[in-house]
């Protein structure tokens, strides 16, 4: 008698579509319990980030300002073309018509002719009618002049990039120094601790009022302090009032306050290495240098990346400082973005061209933060 097989590794109909899963009403309410608790934090960031953000963006696209009889009119990319906007024009000497020789000044040196002839309603040069003077430089018989749409934005562009360029790695590896200092099981550690973090707790605001009377020309303590030094030899100065000390200032401010959030941190990551990893490193003959290198530092690697965006995060927004020690000046040496944003938006109530910039310095921190992370991230 035949007998049939049934293969049993298929299923009967294999187009039948599996049954639902059941979630039991205890899942349930979990999941509702957690929304709810999550729903405060939802609020405030669509009220104070998201739906912030997206008016910026649209305004971004017209003339809005704060207080304006003027309707609201859509004027499309010209917030952006005037924030962006870069050209060089280059000079030839002033002549003299008689004898064709250059014209010089009281110096003796080469005279060129004033970039507002250029830039302001001449029919001849339409590429430069509008633009401002950012830089000039002058090399043999020719001026080269750097025209942009915003001379103080590029120069906030400038001054955001050249803080953040020397802060984030200075910042960072002091706390990395700070963290492995005090990650030691000795007695007073915690005193220490304390100590580096205090900054971190005062307000940032209080902390650039303090550093502008250290930086006071007259009676300020770091310019008594060079002068004990140096027995009366240093001859004391404006650190705020000069265009080439005020930035570097506000650096050395910003890094002294910053440094011991980052020093937590980095010590948070250096507890959670595994002591047996040293003690093997110890028996292979390791010194302190190569423990560093081959197991401190891999093991860090997660909390380097997170610490890098963060100080960049930060150093990008500069504001604070700025506005309290120095409102920009001096001649627009200190300004940031973040700084011009609210000025051309509240002071001078241009919110649609403060907008524009605000979606400007989105837009690059956005490139930064995922240029970082691709560089930093794990290569198979």
């Known amino acids: 008698m035949a007998t049939s097989t049934v293969d049993r590794s298929r299923p009967a109909n294999p187009n039948k579509p599996r049954a639902a899963k059941r979630v039991s009403p205890a ?3 979990e999941s509702l319990v957690g929304w709810l608790m999550a729903l405060p934090a939802v609020i405030l960031m669509l009220a104070f980030l998201i739906v912030p953000f997206i008016m910026a963006f649209i305004l971004s696209f017209t003339n809005q300002r704060l207080i304006s009889p003027n309707p609201t009119e859509f004027v499309g990319m010209r917030n952006f073309e005037r924030l962006l906007t870069v050209r060089i024009m280059q000079l030839d000497p002033i002549v003299d018509e008689a004898t064709g020789a250059p014209v010089l ?3 003796g040196a080469l005279t060129f002719p004033r970039v507002r002839e250029f830039t302001r309603g001449n029919p001849d ?8 003077e950012w830089r000039a430089w002058t090399s043999g018989n020719t001026r080269t002049v750097l025209l942009a749409g915003d001379a103080v934005f ?7 990039f050249t803080f953040a360029i020397f802060v984030v790695p200075i910042q960072a590896g002091l706390g990395l120094l700070l963290a492995l200092l005090i990650n030691q099981r000795t007695a007073g550690v915690n005193i220490f601790r304390t100590i580096y973090f205090m900054p971190v707790v005062v307000s940032l605001v209080v902390v650039s009022i ?38 570097p200032s506000i650096m050395a401010m910003s890094i002294w306050q910053g440094v011991g959030f980052h020093m937590i941190i980095w010590l948070a990551g250096l507890q959670t290495i595994p002591t047996t990893l040293y003690e093997a490193a110890s028996v292979e003959g390791a010194n302190e240098w190569q ?9 860090l690697r997660n909390t380097a990346i997170f610490i890098l965006v963060t100080i960049t995060i930060a150093a990008f927004g500069l504001f604070t400082q700025v506005d309290v020690m120095t409102r920009g000046g001096p001649l627009d040496s200190t300004t940031t ?34 240029f970082q992370r691709f560089v930093t991230r794990e290569k198979s």
């Open 125 to 132: 040069y339409p590429q430069y009618d509008g633009l401002q």
């Open 210 to 247: 303090l550093w502008r009377f250290i930086y006071d020309g007259q009676n300020g303590l770091l310019n008594n302090a060079l002068s004990l030094v140096t027995f009366g030899g240093f001859q004391p100065m404006d650190w705020l009032g000069n265009p080439r000390t005020a930035l």
């Open 154 to 160: 590029m120069r906030s562009l400038i001054n955001t």
């Open 337 to 370: 973005v973040i700084f011009q944003a609210v000025q051309k938006g509240f002071e001078k109530q241009d919110i649609a061209y403060g907008s524009a910039i605000s979606v400007v310095f989105f837009t690059m921190v956005l490139i930064v933060a995922m």
């Open 291 to 299: 423990k560093f290198r081959y197991v401190t530092w891999p093991g």
């Open 105 to 107: 000044d009281e110096d």
């Open 27 to 29: 899942r349930r309410q």
